[in-house]
């Protein structure tokens, strides 16, 4: 069964540092999302990306945020400078293009970021 | 998207069916009824949703009632590995539109 990776699966970081995480979206799939959760937290948002641009982010989603689609596989968030409170896991999500309605987004198993 | 209030735990026994209830009260027409669940800090996995219609698959069933301002979550033989998050989500079916999380229900499967 096709299933969305993530890599690395921890990744430990200087705060001020640059982290780059990467996903490997489901082959057929035209949606891409980025969410984070905060140990003991909600899982949240952070942005949605179609057709080589974003097309929602969350106001968590600031200038430090990035996102790409380097190649025909590959969807990476980048963050700039980390903080502290960017200790997280992220985990990447990905949907198939349903014009009918009712489309499902599928989670990768998510990366747990510690930045000290 | 419609608000969800869900309990936030739950217990169930091994074997047991696990009935896991969401009001949606404010749902409109066209917002569908997902389901997902989390296991420890795993990444949230897909379980099962709906539009208006009873829906039943591999893992669970859902049942919506006729007015469409509660659900239900039913997993017919609940197992150990079955603890988790359980996250009652309501969202209209835009292209890319995001999913929005509540605190979900602990369910806990006791031997």
């Known amino acids: 069964e096709p299933e969305v990776t993530q890599t690395p699966s921890h990744q430990v970081t200087q705060m001020g540092q640059e982290v780059i995480l990467r996903c490997v979206p489901i082959s057929n799939h035209l949606y891409f999302y980025w969410y984070r959760q905060i140990l003991g937290q909600k899982v949240e948002f952070l942005v949605s990306?179609?057709?080589?641009?974003?097309?929602?982010k969350s106001e968590i989603f600031d200038d430090q945020f990035s996102v790409e689609r380097p190649d025909g596989s590959n969807f990476t968030l980048k963050i700039r400078s980390t903080k502290l409170e960017d200790s997280a896991m992220y985990f990447c999500a990905s949907r198939a293009l349903g014009l009918a309605g009712g489309e499902t987004q599928y989670f990768g198993p998510g990366t747990r970021l510690l930045v000290l | 998207d419609a608000k969800t209030t869900q309990p936030p735990s739950m217990d169930c026994a091994e074997g047991r069916a696990a009935n896991l209830p969401c009001n949606h009260s404010t749902i409109s027409g066209n917002e569908y009824v997902y389901w997902y669940r989390q296991i420890h800090s795993q990444g949230p996995q897909y379980i099962i949703h709906g539009l208006k219609n009873n829906e039943t698959n591999e893992m669970a069933s859902l049942i919506i009632t006729e007015d469409r301002k509660s659900s239900t979550l039913i997993l017919p033989h609940a197992t150990l590995r079955d603890t988790a998050v359980y996250y009652c989500?309501?969202?209209?079916?835009?292209?890319?539109?995001?999913?929005?999380f509540g605190a979900g229900t602990i369910l806990r499967v006791k031997s």
């Open positions: 990306f179609y057709n080589n641009e974003i097309s929602e």
């Open positions: 989500i309501v969202r209209f079916q835009l292209y890319g539109n995001k999913l929005v």
